[in-house]
């Protein structure tokens, strides 16, 4: 049994990280046995599940959606917020009552609140009918977990990141697009961030198994793939090989795959020759996700994210004036602890001046282990959400504005899919990462296609297929 150290878990060490092979060596003996699969959290985490899938549909296993119909549940959980907590522990509530009925069923929590000290420590005390315990660092030991999972509890967590794994298989969610790591962790550490402690050091994968991926994605018909990382502008600074992002992206363009995408920037290592690779590259998205946190100097400065409002401004200016036609959302948070009245007022200041295509909002939520969670508060929650009101009415209000310059316009887009809830729809997303629902034929499911844009919502498009617009 290995229980996360919150303390392993924020020292970094200068070893070199080993690339490693996934052994696959086990055997198939769940045959006739289904799982049910719940995602929490971020892309990261909706790509592990794919990992984790995959370990599943190897040892036999077939999937289900339904939770009663499951013999293992594995929850895939996130950490970031409280309310993500909340959720999680909610969702057992129902697994545990399941198990109640159907003894024999494995319940099998996994992901980012699983590297949390006091996660675990409930989970020993409090959630005894949990079977199994597995981090972010060791996803490829949950088939051996599951083989040897007796009738009590295991708890496999490591505070210490792994080495990076290669030639991973995945049963993955879409066979248009794809994720692809590029890089593991984050070094960043922002004062009010737990992802540092839950994902470790910065491990970047080697440019070579990266583009051998995307060829891979491309040769196999992918249209899309979405470079993931904590913060993909660090990507091969803890490398020596002397490449970087723009080197990343020269070369992943280069394969020739239709669409290439990238998250999350982080405005601390964003360089002036990335900006120019993403203008210069018709396969590279013009789409940023630039969070920007808050507006303030003065929070900037707590938050631990080393760039003024100036900076960020300057670099959005940057962004707009070098690729064509970008769009660029963020992220942004308020009720960070002691944040004024004035300091919000900056960060609306520049919501107001950027006009972001959308953003994500959160009001800050401490995360145990975090310095930001020992500065003392005195912003009532109510005040907090007050604000948190006041920012999504600005955000909504652009979001429709420059959405509503498309109306008329034709753009291309990747279709994705059938419509939910009309299926005599369609859907995909714009070059500049825009949804759209579209009239037209199922069988443009997979083609990039150019559509007319009839009517712009502030979350969505509506268009149609424009004459003659299928490119292949
Ligand atoms: N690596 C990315 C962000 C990953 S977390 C980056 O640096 O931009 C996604 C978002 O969650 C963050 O951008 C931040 O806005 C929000 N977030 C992170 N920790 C939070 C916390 N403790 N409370 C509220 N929001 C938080
Ligand atoms: Fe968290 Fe900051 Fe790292 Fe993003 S860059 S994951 S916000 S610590
Ligand atoms: Fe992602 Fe949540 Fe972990 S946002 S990295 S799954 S804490």
Redesign the pocket.
Known sequence: MHVPDLKEARKRTKEKVVEKKVDYTFSKNFVGKKYFLRTYG?QMNMHDSEEIRKYLEMLGFTETMVLEESDLVVLNTCA??ENAHDKVFGYLGRCKHLKREKSDLLIAIGGCMAQEESVVSEIKSKHPYVDIVFGTHNINELPKLILESKKKQEIEVYSIEGDVYEGIKYSRDSNITAWVNIMYG?D?F?T????PYTRGKQRSRKLEAIVAEVEELKNAGYKEVTLL???VNAYGKDLEYGYDFKDLLEKVAETGIERVRFV???PWDFTDEMINTIAKYENIMPYV?L?L?SGSDKILKQMGRRYTKEEYLTLFQKIKESIPNVSITT???VGFPNESESDFLETLDVVNACKFDSA?T??????EG?P?SLIKDTISMEEKEERLQRLNQLVNQYSLENNKKLEGKVVPVLVLGENEKDKNKIYGYTDTMKLININGSKDLIGKIVNVEIHEAKSFSLDGVVAKESVEN
Do not use: E, L, M, W
């Not at 009010?192 to 992802?195: G, K, Q």
């Not at 959160?362 to 995360?367: E, K, L, W």
């Open positions: 971020c970031i917020r984050c960043k922002c009010y961030c737990i992802v990382g904590q913060n999350t920037s982080h996700h969070p946190q992220d942004i948070i994500f959160f009001i800050y939520s401490p995360r975090t930001a």
